[in-house]
């Protein structure tokens, strides 16, 4: 499933704190955006439609939750950077932040315990 960056935005309200209705989603993003009401409608009633959340009536209102998990999300954006950058493949990924000076040492440590475990497993 894709969604867009707007409608990612929107998806981590949603993802925080759910079942909400359009208004407390709408308040929420107030302090993030300049979007308007009947945008964050909108990016609501697109997500609606792709799947993503699923709505609920609840009196006059609907209340809106995340049918798309934010792991599943995570994974897929993962793996298609991955593959449009890297040819999907990790090592390059990790050799390009190691080469742009973006891993920590406590980066590092949890990189060489992870290969440690992977190598156990193996």
């Given at each position: 499933?894709?969604?867009?960056e707007?409608?990612a935005?929107?998806?981590e309200?949603?993802w925080?704190r759910?079942?909400?209705?359009?208004?407390e989603v709408?308040?929420?993003?107030?302090?993030?955006?300049?979007?308007?009401?009947?945008t964050?409608?909108?990016l609501l009633?697109?997500?609606?439609n792709?799947?993503?959340?699923?709505?609920?009536?609840?009196?006059?209102?609907y209340?809106?939750?995340?049918?798309?998990t934010?792991?599943?999300?995570?994974a897929q954006?993962?793996?298609?950077?991955?593959e449009?950058?890297?040819?999907?493949?990790?090592?390059?990924?990790v050799?390009h932040?190691?080469e742009?000076?973006?891993?920590?040492?406590?980066d590092?440590?949890e990189?060489?315990?992870l290969?440690?475990?992977l190598d156990?497993?193996r």
């Amino acid at each position: 499933m894709s969604i867009s960056e707007a409608e990612a935005v929107v998806m981590e309200v949603l993802w925080q704190r759910h079942p909400q209705g359009a208004d407390e989603v709408v308040s929420a993003l107030a302090a993030r955006s300049d979007w308007a009401e009947p945008t964050i409608k909108t990016l609501l009633n697109r997500l609606l439609n792709k799947g993503a959340i699923r709505a609920e009536r609840e009196g006059r209102r609907y209340l809106y939750s995340p049918v798309l998990t934010r792991e599943a999300w995570v994974a897929q954006q993962s793996e298609g950077l991955l593959e449009r950058l890297f040819g999907g493949r990790v090592a390059p990924l990790v050799a390009h932040f190691s080469e742009r000076g973006k891993l920590s040492e406590a980066d590092i440590a949890e990189l060489k315990r992870l290969i440690g475990e992977l190598d156990d497993e193996r």
